[in-house]
């Protein structure tokens, strides 16, 4: 929150959700280089401990922790691959992703965190959220591209919903076979 309120924190989630009900995806948590002292510790303990504080899931069975350093920020980055999507489920105060026939639905409650407050005091953290699904998006209230929607953390909207194909779309055109003569 201290690193939220200062302007200086970087949260990214980037998140693949596929056809099996499985998730890949990353959270990166950052500050900026150097800011760590101030607060206590290195850069990547002081992202570790917004992390840990975060009450997002953040241990998978299968997952990697990475020192991240980039645009001038650096901590930590922990990336996941083939999680259940219930690890993923809403909370009563966190929106979440669940599967209904086949669709993905995204619904629920922005996490309540202090970026808006620091919106507020003139800082601009930098949080964002991006799902990406197997097929279209039917709608959603972030920003759609593709078949991935981003929402801003900072400033968004109070509930996230989207709600997008649970099946990819696969090209009409069959396979052609190449033929050495």
């Not at 980037?14 to 510790?41: F, R």
């Not at 999680?83 to 993923?88: D, G, I, N, R, T």
Request: hydrophobic share 40%; aromatic share 8%.
């Amino acid at each position: 929150a201290a690193a939220a309120l200062s302007g200086c924190m970087r949260f990214d989630a980037d998140l693949t959700v596929k056809e099996d009900n499985t998730v890949d995806g990353s959270y990166v948590v950052a500050i900026e280089q150097g800011s760590g002292a101030a607060m206590g510790g290195t850069d990547s303990e002081v992202a570790q401990g917004l992390l840990a504080d975060s009450g997002l899931q953040t241990t998978f069975e299968r997952q990697w922790t990475h020192e991240y350093s980039a645009d001038g920020y650096s901590g930590v980055e922990l990336e996941f691959r083939d999680e259940p999507l219930a690890s993923f489920a809403p909370t009563n105060d966190r929106f979440g992703i669940t599967r209904d026939g086949d669709e993905f639905v995204v619904s629920g409650k922005a996490a309540s965190t202090d970026a808006d407050a620091a919106l507020d005091s003139g800082a601009n953290p930098e949080m964002t959220v991006t799902i990406a699904f197997p097929g279209p998006v039917a709608s959603a209230n972030g920003t759609i591209d593709g078949n991935a929607v981003t929402w801003n953390l900072v400033g968004g909207p109070p509930e996230r919903e989207a709600r997008a194909s649970a099946i990819a779309a696969h090209s009409p055109w069959p396979a052609i076979a190449t033929t050495t003569l």
